[in-house]
């Protein structure tokens, strides 16, 4: 099995609102997150795809196919927009790293159709990410 | 392998330690052999980067796998607080024995945050400049 990764970065606004608990929970929890105008980042994206090189042309997947997956599914989607009110598939969730690379998971994996989705990583700082992967395969 | 997802979260920090390489076990020559500058008597320091990954549900009501806050304040009072600008074989009761190599440092700092109370540690990664990373998932692999 040979592993590819490919990156791409997007900008994005969220904020950490729960409207099922109070002004001061939300505060509480959330903390400047929580700032009722919203905030944004500069999110880099990692999407590694796996398979065994096509003894044809050499490669697990068309990186031109995969890029051109990510730009409709991921950039169009997200890029300079607002998270929580522009992207349908983040409604009634709290656009945290956990949920956003859920998220993108479940857009990225019906449509890559050479080689299998292993593993997305979404940073929201280069400090911050979270990894989404299926259970049994491993994180790393 | 067509499991559930499952959700980590990554998290990065930064101490400054200074440390010595040298083994009670090895004779003055040996150390120097094998430990090289490492090995110079007063010891030196690095910028490291410790990696901490940890999984768990996604709590509906937050979207988290664990506040943030709460794994900041606790890597910062079990690694932080106590690693950041020490000698790391004068100040951690840990490596007045153990040698600290960043592979024992690493080893250390799963010890120590395997206790976090919010959600499953997962590995820690630690790296000792840009070149060298270790990492550690525990015993039960």
């Not at chain 1, 900008?11 to 002004?23: E, I, K, Q």
């Not at chain 1, 490669?59 to 995969?66: A, F, N, S, Y």
């Not at chain 2, 997802?5 to 010595?20: C, N, P, T, V, W």
């Not at chain 2, 900041?72 to 009072?77: G, P």
């Amino acid at each position: 099995m040979v592993y590819l990764t490919r990156k791409l970065e997007f900008s994005a606004a969220h904020l950490y609102h729960n409207p099922a608990l109070s002004v001061e929970e939300n505060k509480r929890i959330f903390g400047k997150c929580n700032n009722p105008h919203g905030h944004g980042h500069n999110y880099t994206l990692e999407v590694t795809v796996t398979g065994e090189p096509d003894p044809v042309t050499g490669m697990v997947v068309d990186l031109k196919e995969l890029k051109e997956i990510l730009e409709r599914e991921i950039t169009q989607r997200m890029d300079h927009r607002f998270l929580n009110y522009e992207v349908a598939e983040l409604k009634g969730q709290i656009p945290t790293c956990e949920n956003i690379v859920r998220v993108i998971w479940n857009l990225l994996e019906p449509k890559i159709s050479k080689g299998r989705l292993h593993k997305v990583r979404l940073y929201e700082t280069p400090d911050l990410y979270a990894d989404c992967y299926r259970n049994g395969a491993h994180g790393a | 392998m067509k499991g559930g997802l499952k959700i980590e979260l990554g998290r990065r920090y930064r101490f400054s330690a200074s440390h010595r390489l040298h083994s009670s076990r090895l004779n003055e020559e040996e150390n120097r052999r094998v430990y090289g500058k490492c090995n110079n008597p007063y010891g030196h320091g690095h910028n490291y980067v410790v990696e901490v990954s940890v999984s768990g549900a996604v709590d509906p009501a937050t979207g988290m796998i664990a506040n943030l806050a709460d794994l900041d304040s606790f890597v910062e009072r079990e690694v932080i607080e106590p690693f950041d600008h020490k000698s790391l074989n004068e100040d951690v009761a840990a490596f007045r024995e153990n040698v600290p190599t960043t592979e024992n440092i690493c080893k250390e700092i799963f010890e120590r945050l395997k206790r976090f109370p919010k959600a499953k540690l997962e590995r820690v990664r630690v790296e000792e400049t840009g070149n060298n990373t270790f990492e550690y998932a525990g015993e039960e692999l």
